[in-house]
Structures are given as structure tokens and as C-alpha cells.
């Protein structure tokens, strides 16, 4: 893995970790959107702007690929590199989750 990625994405934000969660299935922008609604029981809300906005820049970074056009929406899928991103970051919640219940010391 690239050493910008790494450093871009891990430790990531909600925002790009419920959207790079979301995406391991097809989905578009405002699947995701309704997605993250529905798993965080409304408590994490991502707007339009910061939505686009990472789709544009995960696409780039190779995280992320277009599918295609769906109804005037463009679908995405999480790429292999993602994937290992993903991974990575899930990896550093559940050592901290252990570390807050005292498993690692």
C-alpha cells in the first residue's frame, strides 16, 4: 500500500469509513447517505457536499471505482486497495475498543 494512502486514510474519518463500509456493496451517493441513516440510527448525518466531495477524492485515490450510471447516478464499489484500507482502520478501532476495556495493557 502507498504510503499517502495509509497516511490519508488511517486514521480516517466517520465520514470515510461509513462510506468505504457502505461500499463494499454497489451503491450511489445517496444510497450510502440513507445507509449510514439507517446504521447509525440518524446520529451520523453526511451531507451532500461532504458526500461528493469524497466520492470525487476516494475515486481518485484508487479506494473506490465507478461502476456505473444508474438513473443519473453514478455507482460506486469499494476497490481491493480500499478494502485493505478499510481493514486497516477497522483493525486500530478494535485495538482501541480492547484497550478501553482493559484487554491490552
Known amino acids: 500500500m502507498d ?7 488511517v486514521p480516517m474519518t466517520e465520514s470515510a469509513f461509513y462510506i468505504l463500509f457502505c461500499l463494499r456493496e454497489e451503491n450511489h451517493g445517496y444510497g450510502v447517505v440513507q445507509k449510514v441513516d439507517r446504521l447509525t440510527d440518524g446520529a451520523i448525518k453526511l451531507a451532500p457536499g461532504t458526500m461528493y466531495g469524497s466520492l470525487s477524492k476516494m475515486e481518485k485515490d ?3 471505482r465507478f461502476i456505473r450510471e444508474e438513473d443519473k447516478r453514478k455507482v460506486y464499489k469499494i476497490t481491493d486497495l480500499g478494502e485493505e484500507v478499510l481493514a486497516l482502520e477497522i483493525a486500530r478501532i478494535e485495538k482501541l475498543y480492547k484497550i478501553s ?4 495493557k
Do not use: F, L, S
Not at 101 to 104: C, L
Open 101 to 104: 476495556k482493559g484487554e491490552i
Open 62 to 64: 484508487g479506494v473506490i
Open 3 to 9: 504510503q499517502h494512502i495509509k497516511k490519508v486514510y
